[in-house]
């Protein structure tokens, strides 16, 4: 079974900055994608960014320039490096692993900047 442990939300002043971390447990076959998704109050989840496990990623306008996404591979954990804070990104943040057919997700980590 595969589980996503999320880390490194908190409280944060715009313009700061927080690195969020999710760790993928269990028996994970062939390629996959792992990203990070938010949800703030009233909206719909939106996907924020994601990579590949060849480092293909790709990032949602309102975060390009300003969020960085990565992973390690061997240890199965992607990063969310997250820089210029704004108060629109005040959400509960997700994180994804696709493999195949299958779709896992996190518990999700809150994450609040304040202006």
């Known amino acids: 079974q595969v589980q996503l442990v999320e880390s490194g939300g908190g409280l944060v002043q715009a313009g700061g900055s927080l690195r969020l971390s999710c760790a993928a447990s269990g028996v994970i076959f062939g390629p996959n994608s792992m990203g990070w998704y938010r949800q703030a109050p009233g909206k719909q989840r939106e996907s924020v960014a994601s990579i590949s496990s060849g480092g293909r990623t790709n990032y949602a306008d309102s975060v390009k320039g300003r969020f960085t996404i990565s992973r390690d591979n061997a240890k199965n954990t992607v990063y969310l490096q997250m820089d210029s804070l704004k108060p629109e990104d005040t959400a509960v943040y997700y994180c994804?692993?696709?493999?195949?057919?299958?779709?896992?997700w996190g518990q999700g980590t809150q994450v609040t900047v304040s202006s």
């Open positions: 994804k692993l696709s493999v195949g057919l299958y779709d896992y």
